[in-house]
């Protein structure tokens, strides 16, 4: 699996500056095109893919098939061995491995983690998908686990900035958190200290979940997309006023006059907070696959193996070679044009990370045959 | 570098070493890495659109945080990031030979600190907006309104001020002294409209408060304005606008009026100082338990028909009745609350009164009240315990 990158680079997280003299100001702080993330060529000169790639504001993890994990700023993490799952935040990196989870202090130099927690590998239910760990899931940061209801079922589930999304066995999508943005989608603003169930979902299948800065995705059996939350960039693809009026001033700037106080759009309806989860089509040829969301944008993967993108694109994070904002879906061309099948997408705050399956259009499962540059 | 890029890194401290950038460990390592490029940046020779890059970064980071939780537990420190971010913003623009609108929008950005940031350096943001105000003094070529046409624009025809029944009215009283208003009004929480207190102001005296005053003053200052009928409508909104803008959307009606626009409840004195020159607090508050310094003082400007629907204050209120002197601008309190919503009040005793400029109205602590504008109208507050 190969991986590209766009968006927020000033912590050369996607591409490295290749200037021995590089003094932090003068790197690529954004990149508006998709960039190949190059492989981890361990002491052996053997390369390693990328199984699983995560992202905060600042840093990229990224888990090798060879169970190591190599941050951004710091390397690779030689206590990684054996690691089968990564999260990562701004002050925390979570390892998961087979027998124990830990959470690693990314400002101290300490050799332990500063917090770890033992897994029953007996039990049925050991397994890890990070954020969610045997009986709860883990923040990014300290108080690390909060449990949850074995009732619950849970599947999977996502951090959004101040809310949390959760997805049960059953097919069923429950919500808590702040709720100022409607991103927890029960119709009101009101936090919820517990997990509500979104009611307005009920009776349809979804099959998963994700939750950015202050809005919330999700995916139905059947393909369709749910969201819901905050549009003030359009991250939920509904038409943003303030796009509008920011693409007008533009416009008229570009005529050489100030903009007037536009009385074009007063028809249009533009929608800022969407409390309930709203169906919404990337696009009427495929269904989404898999979708991951930014801190205010959003990202969609169909199962013919497009990437769309929509929402905050000021740092290229929606990878159309622009660094405007789009309230509307729009397929990422890069891949098209390249001929590569994306088969996968997670994104950081700021921005987009996608994965792309070799030419027989199969993504390999983990861990994967290494990749021998010497041609054994 | 251009003139006034030489006068902005003359406020500045002298070199990197002398420029703080402390904060709590609220903030996070990969930020304060962000400032001390864009710091470096200050001095040195990086390309503009480096160091506007990575003020720009230095705002979106810190505005996320702003808008996460609510906002009396944003923490400051991030509040003194994102002022850092106009700090640098501005330096970055007016760097080399900045244009008009560059400069303009060098006066917003600190605006924007002045509203959702917090004070650094010794508040060298309100530093910074004045010498950028005189820079547009000097190179804008004002088409000044005419004071005439300004004036035949604004005999809007308002309603004539409403009779107000004797029964009902507020009572009136000419320069109480200290101790009758306290024995007569404060104790006993009576509402009183008070006379010839504020006629030293330099409001109504030697700095008139006109349209052109104003702008000439605050013109190109970004202030939040309230949009729609009442706060308690579902199409209300509020929006930043410069003053100049309001004026002409909102006061002048140059959009048409179809919709109504109210500067209400901005502490604008704070935003812009030499406003408060040409007020003062009423010595009347002295009466209070409070500093000088816990007094609110809220600018309220709008055209006719603004309304403040029934609310109570939680403290004492003074509202004073300022504007220009061409025009009576009276307000109109606590009549007809809507009778459907609560059918009891009107049966409650209340009051009526219209103030005229010059007046102050005292609004007693929890004291019910409904505001309306019959024309346009410029009005201070001062909230004191």
Redesign the interface.
């Known amino acids: 699996m190969r991986w590209f990158g766009f968006g927020f680079n ?2 050369q997280q996607i591409q490295t500056q290749n200037n021995p003299e590089y003094s ?3 790197a690529e ?2 990149l508006s095109s998709p960039t190949e993330l190059k492989g981890h060529v361990n002491r052996d000169g053997r390369c390693f893919e990328f199984s699983q790639i995560r992202a905060s ?3 990229r993890a990224s888990l090798h098939s060879d169970g190591f994990v190599n941050d951004s700023c710091r390397g690779v993490i030689k206590q990684s061995r054996g690691c089968r799952d990564v999260f990562i935040s ?2 925390h990196l979570t390892l998961a491995f087979l027998d124990r989870v830990e959470c690693w202090d990314l ?1 101290s130099s300490d050799e332990t983690p500063s917090w770890t927690m033992g897994i029953d590998t007996q039990s049925k239910s050991s397994a890890v998908n990070l954020p969610l760990v045997p009986g709860g899931y883990i923040a990014s940061k300290p108080p690390f686990f909060h449990s949850l209801s074995p009732h619950m079922q849970a599947k999977s589930l996502a951090l959004g ?2 809310h949390v999304i959760l997805l049960t066995a059953t097919g069923a999508v429950y919500t808590w958190g ?1 709720g ?1 943005h409607g991103q927890l989608g029960h119709g009101g603003l009101l936090p919820e200290e517990e997990p509500r169930t979104v009611e307005a979902l009920w009776g349809m299948k979804m099959s998963s979940v994700s939750a950015g ?2 809005h919330s995705v999700c995916i139905s059996d059947a393909g369709d997309l749910y969201v819901w939350g905050w549009n003030e960039s359009g991250q939920l693809g509904l038409p943003s006023q303030r796009l509008r009026k920011t693409s007008e001033k533009k416009t008229d ?1 570009q005529e050489g006059e100030l903009s007037q ?1 536009s ?1 074009t759009h ?1 028809e249009e309806v533009f929608i800022s907070i969407q409390a309930f989860p709203a169906l919404f089509d990337v696009t009427p040829l495929c269904e989404v696959k898999t979708v991951s969301c930014g ?1 205010r944008h959003t990202a969609a993967v169909t199962t013919s193996g497009d990437l769309y993108t929509w929402g905050w694109g ?1 740092y290229g994070q929606l990878g159309h070679q622009s660094f405007s904002s789009s309230d509307e879906p729009q397929r990422v061309e890069f891949f098209r044009a390249q001929q590569l099948h994306v088969v996968g997408v997670v994104c950081g705050p ?1 921005n987009t990370f996608a994965a792309v399956a070799n030419e027989e259009g199969l993504a390999p499962e983990y861990p994967t045959k290494p990749l021998n540059k010497h041609g054994e | 570098m251009s003139s006034l890029g030489s006068k902005i890194l003359s406020i500045l401290p002298a070199d990197e070493e002398q420029f703080p950038l402390q904060f709590s460990d609220k903030v996070e390592p990969s930020v304060v890495e962000v400032l001390r490029r864009c710091r470096k940046q200050l001095y040195g020779n990086a390309a503009c659109a480096s160091r506007r890059l990575n003020a720009q970064i230095i705002l979106d980071v810190s505005w996320e945080r702003l808008n996460t939780g609510t906002w009396r537990h944003v923490d400051k420190e991030w509040r003194r990031v994102y002022s850092y971010g106009c700090l640098f913003k501005v330096a970055a623009l007016c760097r080399e030979n900045p244009s008009q609108q560059e400069i303009l929008e060098a006066v917003r950005t600190c605006d924007m600190g002045l509203l959702m940031g917090a004070a650094i350096m010794d508040d060298i943001l309100q530093v910074l907006v004045r010498i950028l105000q005189n820079e547009i003094s000097k190179t804008s070529k004002d088409e000044e309104k005419s004071v005439e046409g300004v004036a035949k624009k604004l005999k809007t025809e308002g309603p004539r001020s409403p009779s107000i029944r004797e029964e009902k009215a507020v009572p009136r009283i000419k320069c109480p002294s200290l101790e009758s208003f306290s024995t007569n009004y404060l104790l006993p929480l009576k509402p009183v409209i008070l006379e010839g207190i504020i006629d030293h102001w330099p409001a109504l005296n030697n700095h008139p408060w006109s349209i052109e005053y104003l702008r000439s003053v605050a013109g190109f200052r970004t202030v939040p304005v309230e949009v729609g009928s009442r706060y308690t409508d579902e199409n209300w909104s509020q929006t930043l606008l410069t003053v100049n803008e309001f004026i002409d959307r909102y006061i002048l009606n140059e959009d048409g009026g179809k919709s109504r626009g109210y500067l209400a409840q901005h502490q604008l004195f704070d935003q812009i100082p030499e406003l408060k020159e040409d007020i003062r607090i009423p010595d009347y508050c002295c009466l209070g338990e409070g500093d000088e310094d816990d007094i609110t003082i809220n600018a309220w400007f709008g055209p006719a028909g603004t309304v403040s629907p029934l609310h109570q204050d939680p403290q004492q209120n003074f509202l004073a009745q300022v504007s220009r002197s061409f025009f009576t601008i009276p307000l109109q309190t606590c009549t007809n609350p809507n009778a459907e919503l609560f059918p009891e009040f009107s049966k409650a005793p209340y009051l009526e009164c219209v103030l005229e400029p010059g007046d102050v109205l005292f609004i007693p602590v929890k004291h019910w009240h409904y505001v309306r504008s019959l024309q346009v109208s410029f009005s201070v507050s001062f909230w004191w315990s």
């Open positions: 000033a912590f932090g100001l003068d702080e954004r504001w600042s840093r701004e002050s400002q900035g101040e702040q100022s800065g202050w700037q106080n009385s007063q801190s000021e700021w």
